[in-house]
């Protein structure tokens, strides 16, 4: 199975994306999640994480504790979106396993370090912060990442913070421009591709009659999830981002997109946070990350369904 870190801040969406890739052993090896702070602060994404697992049946996860902080700006979060707990929905118990002793941006590193090279994964799921902060700590470890996947971005699509930037890199540009500027091979998610992975009545319906209880919780968590994107959006049903970064591991042909060249803006008041793609190649600047544009929606929720039920 391919070995993988899962760096998050649930969040509905990251929950999905947890759960899915749970749900999938043969595929994929958590070696560990780790957490940092963005939808909601550190603590209660440390505690979503552990109730996510919890509520899976696998309390054996290892969970580490990251940034509390991004780099160099004040934490925004997303209450609006996500609720007071970040995962609010389900009714849930307080998680009694334990966040582990160790640092979330050493874990990473020791783990890079420790793995054979070109073996270990990271799927990024909340801002860079982590990341940045264990490149900086380690710089020997770039080279010895398989693939870093992502959710973050838009281009096309526009941002969801600010008509520019999308949340995940909003929340931490700065370490978003020490991931891009990295050499990882990068894989991103942007919203150009979670505003089509939308989830409809149906859809949510289909999980909910799974019946088990990591299914109920997360229709229940995609019934408040989807309130706040349908009035925003006007669509029948809210964007599901995270999970179609374990699914691009799972199924990388539910995507298409291209290798761009893509830069973060840092210092522009009115568009800090976004991601610059150069989509049609004008600039011949080298390229680091591939950018998908495409899924199969369907596709993508088969695989989150038929997953969800084996938790
Ligand atoms: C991203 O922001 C967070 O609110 C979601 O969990 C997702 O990772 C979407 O912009
Ligand atoms: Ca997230």
Same mark, same amino acid.
């Given at each position: 199975?391919?070995?993988?870190?899962?760096?998050?801040?649930?969040?509905?969406?990251?929950?999905?994306?947890?759960?899915?890739?749970?749900?999938?052993?043969?595929?994929?090896?958590?070696?560990?999640?780790?957490?940092?702070?963005?939808?909601?602060?550190?603590?209660?994404?440390?505690?979503?994480?552990?109730?996510?697992?919890?509520?899976?049946?696998?309390?054996?996860?290892?969970?580490?504790?990251?940034?509390?902080? $991004?780099?160099? @700006?004040? *934490? !925004?979060?997303?209450?609006?979106?996500?609720?007071?707990? #970040?995962?609010?929905? +389900?009714?849930?118990?307080?998680?009694?396993?334990?966040?582990?002793?160790?640092?979330?941006?050493?874990?990473?590193?020791?783990?890079?370090?420790?793995?054979?090279?070109?073996?270990?994964?990271?799927?990024?799921?909340?801002?860079?912060?982590?990341?940045?902060?264990?490149?900086?700590?380690?710089?020997?470890?770039? $080279?010895?990442? @398989?693939? *870093? !996947?992502?959710?973050?971005?838009?281009?096309?699509?526009? #941002?969801?913070?600010? +008509?520019?930037?999308?949340?995940?890199?909003?929340?931490?540009?700065?370490?978003?421009?020490?991931?891009?500027?990295?050499?990882?091979?990068?894989?991103?998610?942007?919203?150009?591709?979670?505003?089509?992975?939308?989830?409809?009545?149906?859809?949510?319906?289909?999980?909910?009659?799974?019946?088990?209880?990591?299914?109920?919780?997360?229709?229940?968590?995609?019934?408040?999830?989807?309130?706040?994107?349908?009035?925003?959006?006007?669509?029948?049903?809210?964007?599901?981002?995270?999970?179609?970064?374990?699914?691009?591991?799972?199924?990388?042909?539910?995507?298409?997109?291209?290798?761009?060249?893509?830069?973060?803006?840092?210092?522009?008041?009115?568009?800090?946070?976004?991601?610059?793609?150069?989509?049609?190649?004008?600039?011949?600047?080298?390229?680091?990350?591939?950018?998908?544009?495409?899924?199969?929606?369907?596709?993508?929720?088969?695989?989150?369904?038929?997953?969800?039920?084996?938790?």
């Amino acid at each position: 199975a391919r070995k993988i870190i899962i760096d998050s801040d649930p969040g509905q969406d990251d929950a999905a994306a947890i759960m899915l890739a749970l749900g999938s052993p043969e595929e994929l090896d958590i070696l560990g999640i780790t957490t940092v702070a963005g939808n909601v602060p550190l603590a209660l994404t440390s505690r979503n994480a552990r109730v996510v697992c919890e509520l899976s049946g696998r309390p054996d996860i290892k969970v580490f504790e990251g940034a509390d902080k $991004p780099l160099l @700006r004040q *934490l !925004v979060t997303a209450e609006h979106v996500h609720g007071k707990t #970040g995962l609010d929905g +389900p009714v849930v118990d307080e998680p009694t396993m334990p966040v582990q002793e160790q640092h979330a941006v050493d874990f990473i590193v020791e783990t890079i370090l420790a793995e054979d090279a070109g073996t270990v994964t990271l799927c990024t799921l909340g801002c860079l912060t982590n990341i940045a902060l264990a490149l900086q700590k380690a710089p020997e470890i770039a $080279p010895r990442i @398989r693939e *870093l !996947v992502m959710m973050g971005g838009g281009f096309f699509e526009g #941002g969801n913070i600010t +008509p520019a930037a999308e949340f995940n890199i909003y929340v931490d540009p700065d370490a978003a421009k020490i991931v891009f500027a990295s050499g990882i091979p990068i894989v991103m998610m942007p919203l150009d591709v979670t505003h089509r992975v939308l989830t409809y009545k149906h859809r949510v319906e289909k999980i909910r009659a799974i019946g088990s209880r990591p299914a109920v919780a997360m229709a229940e968590m995609l019934d408040f999830f989807e309130r706040f994107d349908i009035e925003k959006y006007g669509s029948d049903g809210g964007p599901l981002h995270d999970p179609t970064v374990i699914a691009y591991l799972l199924r990388p042909e539910l995507f298409k997109g291209r290798d761009c060249n893509v830069e973060i803006e840092t210092t522009s008041e009115l568009t800090v946070g976004m991601t610059v793609v150069d989509w049609w190649q004008v600039t011949g600047r080298k390229h680091n990350a591939r950018v998908m544009r495409e899924v199969d929606d369907q596709g993508f929720f088969d695989l989150l369904t038929e997953r969800l039920a084996r938790l």
